[in-house]
């Protein structure tokens, strides 16, 4: 065995796979992941510059702010194709033409319901009714764009005669790529291989378009889903990075991309991501949407590449291939060579976050310099974690109409505690008082009565970035209003402080959230698929 290279090995064109990237689409569907604007173009330019063959930026109907981030991206990338989602009407397919109108590539991706359990109970369409549908909504498409991409909601339950009959008169429409999404993550590999080998099989103009595979994972078999769909012929794969989107998830891209080119013997299929640039993506969208990366989660984790068992440390000592099947730097993890700390001056900082996969630009690396300054004055050492903690705050916080100026806290055994908070909203410095049963509760009483909202709080996490008293915290905050949630971070040596910037970061997520005012729902189909 060896050890892949960072670059896809080429082989011939009929297995290149097409990276197909809805982060900014069904990832930010994941409960709890709103992204602001600026946040969204920032992703796209990671995954543009990654190697991203088709980023699907959002669902221009949704709401004025989709629209605007969708149109924004369109108008931004440089090489990918940028698709926008549209269900199967009028206003929605005109809406998402004038979004992505402006790119290089456009594209127009629009769906609807196949299985029987969608048609009854979701459209309250007959077969004949939703086969009209998918012919005018993929002639509609045409009519803007020559890339139209259509896709079978519910493939997976959907009938295998009928699902044939749809996919013929997408194709006949004019749909060049054509997706079976498994969109309740219920198939299983060999099924999921075989009707993407039927399909192409029994449908006579099959060939006229590229499958595509999009895997939810509720069973925990996304990944293992799209490399079988592979096999069955299709040659496009949406993914998500970090595997978020709507419930379990989507197929993570990371794991995918490296499934691929690490077993590349097995699996002849090739494409264009640097994998280099893997944990930067993960640690930029785990930022911007304040989503945790589980620390076993596979390539991006942040065990992924930690050895622990004297026998697995041996090993690896001898001949790192004993453990690894790939190297930490084929993701973009280097082996770290710069201990930091407060006399660590802004060029070694600058490497440092190079190293861990973060680029910032000069404002941004000012802001985190003097932060790490201040960070290393309090405390012994500093760590690669305080610094991620750190920068992630700093991401994740950037832009916010909000923010903690100043807190004071009256804590301890002779109650009442009170906080005293300053607020800067919109500019403005605003201070306020308030007891709470706790610390804790002082400063949240304090942050409602500066910023009146009804949000129920559903999460209070905090956890600490490193050992030692002295060490960072790091606090999650759910926020839920009228249903909708959002999901923020705050992290500071100081517990307290971490805990107000983390409530003020679910605040202005949800004031951005609040801004997106959904449009009705179609008669039987739901706003986000
Ligand atoms: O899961 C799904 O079915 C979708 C479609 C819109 C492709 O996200
Ligand atoms: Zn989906």
């Known amino acids: 065995m060896t050890i892949e290279s960072t670059a896809a090995p080429a082989s011939s064109n009929k297995d290149r796979v097409l990276i197909f990237d809805t982060t900014l689409r069904d990832g930010e569907q994941s409960p709890g992941a709103t992204m602001t604007f600026e946040e969204k173009l920032e992703v ?124 013929e008169a997408a194709i006949r429409a004019g749909a060049t790529t054509i997706n079976i999404p498994d969109t309740v993550g219920y198939t299983v590999p060999e099924e999921y291989e075989a009707i993407f080998r039927t399909v192409r099989e029994r449908v006579p103009n099959s060939d006229k378009a590229i499958f595509s595979v999009h895997c939810h994972n509720d069973l925990g078999l996304a990944v293992a889903n799209t490399i079988a769909g592979l096999r069955g012929g299709a040659r496009q794969i949406e993914c998500t990075i970090n595997g978020i989107g709507e419930r379990a998830g989507n197929a993570a891209l990371e794991e995918v991309v490296m499934a691929l080119r690490t077993r590349a013997d097995i699996l002849p299929y090739h494409n264009g991501i640097e994998s280099t640039m893997l944990t930067r993506a993960s640690k930029l969208v785990s930022a911007v949407t304040s989503f945790p990366v589980q620390y076993n989660k596979a390539i991006v984790g942040r065990n992924a590449f930690a050895h622990e068992s004297g026998i697995h440390q041996d090993g690896m000592l001898k001949n790192a291939q004993t453990y690894e099947i790939m190297t930490p730097e084929s993701v973009g993890v280097s082996k770290t060579s710069l201990v930091m700390g407060k006399h660590s001056g802004r060029n070694a900082f600058r490497t440092k976050l190079k190293e861990m996969g973060y680029e910032l630009g000069d404002n941004g690396l000012e802001d985190a310099f003097k932060r790490f300054k201040d960070l290393a004055d309090k405390k012994k050492v500093v760590y690669d974690d305080d610094i991620e903690a750190l920068v992630d705050d700093q991401i994740g916080h950037a832009g916010e109409r909000i923010k903690v100026e100043a807190l004071t806290v009256i804590a301890g055994t002779m109650g009442p505690q009170t906080a005293t908070l300053t607020l800067s909203i919109d500019g403005n410095h605003i201070t306020k008082q308030a007891t709470g049963n706790g610390p804790v509760d002082a400063i949240f009483n304090a942050i409602h009565a500066l910023v009146p909202h009804t949000a129920t709080l559903e999460l209070y996490q905090v956890h600490a970035v490193t050992q030692g008293t002295d060490a960072q915290a790091e606090v999650s905050i759910r926020l839920i209003e009228n249903g909708k949630s959002v999901t923020a971070k705050g992290a500071d040596p100081d517990t307290l402080v971490a805990s107000a910037r983390a409530y003020v970061a679910a605040l202005n997520k949800l004031m951005v959230k609040r801004l997106k005012s959904a449009p009705e729902p179609m008669a039987g189909q739901r706003l986000k698929p």
Request: proline share 3%; net charge negative; aromatic share 4%.
């Open 44 to 167: 796209a330019d990671m995954l543009d510059a990654m190697g991203v063959d088709i980023i699907e930026a959002g669902f221009p109907i949704a709401s004025e702010g989709d629209f605007e981030a969708v149109s924004a991206v369109a108008r931004r990338v440089k090489r990918a194709t940028v698709a926008g989602l549209a269900r199967a009407a009028i206003k929605d397919i005109e809406r998402c033409a004038e979004a992505v109108r402006h790119a290089v590539n456009p594209r127009i991706h629009t769906f609807i319901s196949t299985s029987p359990v969608h048609m009854k109970f979701k459209l309250q369409k007959s077969a004949e009714e939703v086969l009209e549908m998918v012919t005018a909504q993929v002639t509609r498409a045409r009519n803007h764009v020559p890339d139209v991409e259509w896709s079978a909601e519910d493939g997976t339950r959907t009938e295998m005669d009928f699902l044939c009959r749809t996919v």
